[in-house]
């Protein structure tokens, strides 16, 4: 099935700084989802995005859904060790539900 | 309310076995999808089952299959299991159809094939 580009896809942040990553595609999506996994677990919805342009938060997280339609971008501020994990993107259009890889994110105290 | 529940959590097969994966939904959630999450190619859309039907599909071979009973619960079954099955199985439930914005994931599966 098609995969989502994220970048980067691991990174290493001190406690307090702020993070970002960005998803592509080569395809147009209806919706942008963002995930966080955590080890031995599956991945919990964080934030959903329906509109080209929109930007939402959740706590101290951002997400915004990229006006062609084709990318979508995370931030966490101030980040705390709690953070760390696996943070999926996914794009759903068409009937169609696609992947990225994931960033690993590491929280260094 | 309790969440999705997947058994077993751990599973390790040889080569040309078949596996049965089971997936309990959210009590009042209809739909279920099944997804494979491998370190290679990340988390990839298997197939999704509401009201006892299959849903949608994505492209995955035939010796996968699944289905769901009337109460919602489902099951995945992978025939004549090859080395590159292995993975983490994790099924998903939500309360309509496609409705992938609202799906809660279970704990997952860790299949080991040897």
């Known amino acids: 099935g098609q995969q989502l580009n994220q970048s980067p896809q691991s990174m290493f942040i001190q406690e307090g700084e702020d993070v970002s990553m960005n998803c592509t595609s080569s395809s147009i999506f209806n919706t942008w989802l963002w995930y966080k996994q955590d080890p031995g677990e599956g991945p919990v919805l964080l934030i959903a995005l329906y509109k080209a342009g929109e930007l939402t938060s959740n706590g101290r997280l951002t997400a915004q859904f990229g006006i062609t339609r084709k990318d979508s971008f995370l931030n966490i501020s101030a980040s705390i060790p709690s953070d760390v994990g696996i943070y999926f993107c996914?794009?759903?259009?068409?009937?169609?539900?696609?992947f990225g890889k994931g960033n690993q994110v590491v929280v260094i105290p | 309310k309790a969440g999705v529940t997947q058994t077993p959590r751990y599973l390790i097969k040889t080569r040309g076995q078949q596996v049965t994966l089971s997936c309990s939904p959210i009590?009042?959630?209809?739909?279920v999808s099944w997804y494979q999450q491998t370190p290679g190619q990340g988390l990839q859309f298997l197939f999704e089952?509401?009201?006892?039907?299959?849903?949608n599909k994505g492209n995955f071979p035939g010796r996968f299959s699944g289905r769901q009973f009337s109460n919602s619960r489902s099951e995945m079954n992978v025939s004549t299991l090859e080395l590159g099955d292995s993975a983490l199985y994790l099924c998903a439930s939500s309360l309509a159809s496609g409705s992938f914005d609202t799906q809660y994931f279970g704990p997952g599966t860790r299949l080991t094939v040897l």
């Open positions: 089952y509401f009201s006892e039907t299959q849903r």
């Open positions: 996914a794009g759903y259009g068409n009937n169609r539900l696609a």
């Open positions: 009590s009042g959630h209809r739909s």
